[in-house]
C-alpha cells in the first residue's frame, strides 16, 4: 500500500478534472492568463504524477490578448470516448467581448496536439461533457440564472451535443441550483452513470471558504434530479478559519481499475494568518457508496493529509508535485509565460534563457518577457543569477507575481547610481575603475499603486552576473541581492499577507519568475538569465 500525500499537486493548480483510460490516469487544471494553458498530467496509481503536455500550447490556438489576471481558462473537463479525449472549458473575458465563451477541443494523445476550439452556443463557466451508453452526448455548465432569485444565483443545464455538426441541439434543461438554501454558486456540474442512475456532481459556496459539494441523482439524464439530504457531502465551512485546508470543492470523481473510487477537487493551505499564498491546490479523496450515494472520505468527512491508496506502487513525485530542487532548465515543463508563448521573447542557453527585453511591464495584460513558475512550497528560495547590459530605465529582476496589479519585485535597474559616494557601495567598501555601482531595488505593488521597499547599491565589474534571491520563510519573502559568487545582501522584506487571492481578489496563487524591461521604451537589451534554482526550505 502507498499513501498520496494532500495536496496530491501544491500550488496553483485548481479545478481538477480527471479520468481513466485502461491502467492510466489523466489530470488537467486551470490556468487563467498563463501559456502554455491547461496542463495535463499523467499517473498508473492516482499517487505519483507526471506532466505530459499541455492542451492550450501553440500561438493561433486561443488569443488572450489583453485579458487581465484571473480571466483567460477556467475549469476544464476531460473525458475520454471512443479512443479520443474529449476536453471542454472557458475562455473567460468580459461579457461583451466575442471571444468569452465555451469551447471543445480534441485529442489522441492526451500529450497533444489539441485541436482548434470548437466554439459552443453555451453562456457561462465549468463546462462538462458526459457520454451516455446509448451514443448521445450531453454538455451541461453553469450560468447566471436567467431570473435571479437571489443574487448570484447560477443554475445548471444540460443540452445535448450532436457529434457530427458539433453544435448544442434540442432543449436546454435546468436541472439543478444548488442543494441549500442559503448557499449561491452552483457550478462544476460532472455528470456520471453509475449502474443505471445519473449523478451530478456539484460545487455551490463559491471557490472560497463556503466552498462546498453537493450531488443530486436521477433516473434520467436531463433529470428531474434529487439531492442527497446528506449534502454537502463534503466541505470544510464548518471546519473554520483555522482548518489546515479549506475551500474544498469543485470535485470530479474516477474509479479505479479496481472498482474503487475517488475524487480530485481543490482546496487552500491557509498560513501566516488566513492567507494562502500557494492558490488552489489538487487534493484526492477516497468515495464509496452507500444507499446509492457516493460518501467523500468516509469515516473522516473531511480531505485527509494522508490517503492510502492500495494499488499503488512506490512515489515518485513528479515536478509538478513539487519533487524537484534546484536548477529548473529550460526544458521543464513548469515554465509558464503570460498570453503568448515563452518563445517569443526568450530562448534556451545553458542553464538558463536570453530573454529578449520588451518594453511591456509586468502591471500591463499583455506578454511582458517573464518566465516563471509556480510557488509550490510555503518556505523556499528561489535564485535567479542574471546578467544585461541595462540602459537608462531598464530593469531586469525576479517577481513575485498575483496579477498586473499585484506583485512584488526585486531587480536590476539601469538608472546609474554612484559607486563611490554611496556608502553602502561594494562588499570591499571601495569601486575599482572598470567597475560601476548598479542599483537594486525592491518595489511593492498593491492594488495598482507601487511602494519602494528598499535599495541598495552593488559594486564590482559593470558585466559581472547579479543573483537575485526571494527567500520565503512563511509570509516573510525576504529580497536579497549580490554579485554572483558573493554572499547575497538583503534589500527589503515584503510581506506576502497583501499578495494572496483572499487579499487581492482573483483566483491564483503566487508565481516566481525572472523578467526583463525597459519600461515602455524602445530597446534592444538581451537580459541573460544564466541559472533560474528553486528550491524547498523545507
Ligand atoms: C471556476 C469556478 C470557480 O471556474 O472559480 O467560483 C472558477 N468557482 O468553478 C475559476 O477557477
Not at 441541439?169 to 462544476?188: Q, R, T
Amino acid at each position: 500500500m502507498t499513501v498520496a500525500r494532500n495536496p496530491l499537486l501544491p500550488g496553483c493548480y485548481p479545478d481538477p478534472t480527471i479520468c481513466r483510460v485502461g491502467p492510466d490516469y489523466y489530470l488537467v487544471t486551470s490556468t487563467f492568463e498563463y501559456a502554455p494553458g491547461l496542463p495535463v498530467f499523467h499517473s498508473v496509481d492516482l499517487v505519483s504524477w507526471e506532466q505530459i503536455g499541455h492542451v492550450v500550447d501553440r500561438p493561433g490556438q486561443l488569443d488572450f490578448a489583453g485579458i487581465g489576471s484571473s480571466g483567460g481558462l477556467y475549469a476544464p473537463t476531460l473525458r475520454h470516448h471512443d479512443g479520443v479525449f474529449w476536453l471542454i472549458c472557458t475562455l473567460v473575458t468580459r461579457q461583451d467581448d466575442a471571444r468569452d465563451g465555451n469551447f471543445v477541443m480534441t485529442a489522441t494523445d492526451p500529450a497533444g496536439p489539441w485541436s482548434d476550439p470548437v466554439w459552443l452556443d453555451a453562456d457561462g463557466i465549468d463546462p462538462s461533457i458526459f457520454f451516455d451508453d446509448d451514443g448521445r452526448v450531453w454538455v451541461h455548465g453553469t450560468r447566471l440564472a436567467r431570473e435571479p432569485a437571489w443574487h448570484d444565483q447560477t443554475e445548471v443545464w444540460v443540452r445535448e451535443l450532436d457529434r457530427r455538426t458539433m453544435t448544442l441541439v434540442g432543449p436546454e434543461h435546468v436541472v439543478w441550483n444548488g442543494a441549500l438554501k442559503d448557499v449561491v454558486w452552483a457550478e462544476a456540474p460532472h455528470l456520471y452513470k453509475v449502474e443505471g442512475t445519473y449523478y451530478l456532481l456539484a460545487a455551490e459556496g463559491g471557490t472560497e471558504f463556503h466552498h462546498a459539494v453537493s450531488v443530486a441523482r436521477a433516473d434520467s439524464v436531463t433529470g428531474p434530479y434529487t439531492g442527497n439530504k446528506g449534502n454537502p457531502i463534503l466541505t470544510h465551512r464548518h471546519l473554520g478559519r483555522e482548518s489546515d485546508v479549506v475551500g474544498t470543492g469543485h470535485a470530479d470523481l474516477v474509479q479505479a481499475v479496481d472498482g474503487s473510487w475517488w475524487a480530485v477537487l481543490l482546496g487552500m493551505r491557509p498560513y501566516g494568518g488566513y492567507h494562502y499564498n500557494l492558490g488552489r491546490e489538487t487534493f484526492l479523496v477516497p468515495v464509496t457508496w452507500e444507499d446509492g450515494w457516493p460518501v467523500f472520505a468516509p469515516g473522516v468527512g473531511r480531505v485527509p493529509t494522508e490517503v492510502d491508496v492500495p494499488f499503488a506502487g512506490p512515489v515518485h513525485l513528479g515536478l509538478a508535485q513539487g519533487g524537484a530542487s534546484g536548477v529548473v532548465p529550460p526544458g521543464d515543463l513548469r515554465w509558464t509565460s503570460l498570453r503568448r508563448p515563452a518563445a517569443e521573447f526568450a530562448s534556451a542557453s545553458g542553464d538558463g534563457w536570453d530573454l529578449t527585453m520588451r518594453p511591456t511591464t509586468l502591471a500591463d495584460p499583455e506578454t511582458p518577457a517573464f518566465l516563471g513558475v509556480r510557488q509550490q512550497h510555503m518556505d523556499l528560495d528561489v535564485r535567479a543569477t542574471v546578467r544585461a547590459d541595462l540602459a537608462d530605465g531598464e530593469d531586469v529582476g525576479l517577481a513575485v507575481r498575483q496579477s498586473e496589479d499585484d506583485h512584488v519585485r526585486v531587480f536590476v535597474t539601469g538608472t546609474a547610481g554612484t559607486a563611490s559616494t554611496d556608502d553602502t557601495a561594494g562588499t570591499d567598501g571601495t569601486a575599482g575603475t572598470d567597475d560601476e555601482a548598479r542599483r537594486v531595488v525592491a518595489v511593492l505593488r498593491r492594488a495598482g499603486v507601487e511602494t519602494t521597499l528598499g535599495e541598495l547599491t552593488l559594486t564590482g565589474a559593470a558585466d559581472a552576473p547579479v543573483t537575485l534571491t526571494v527567500s520565503a520563510r512563511g509570509q516573510d519573502y525576504a529580497l536579497l541581492a549580490g554579485v554572483a559568487g558573493d554572499e547575497p545582501r538583503p534589500v527589503a522584506v515584503a510581506d506576502a499577507r497583501t499578495l494572496d487571492s483572499g487579499a487581492t481578489g482573483g483566483f491564483l496563487g503566487l508565481w516566481i519568475g525572472v523578467y526583463a524591461t525597459s519600461n515602455g521604451r524602445p530597446t534592444a537589451t538581451i537580459a541573460q538569465v544564466q541559472r533560474f534554482e528553486y528550491v524547498p526550505a523545507t
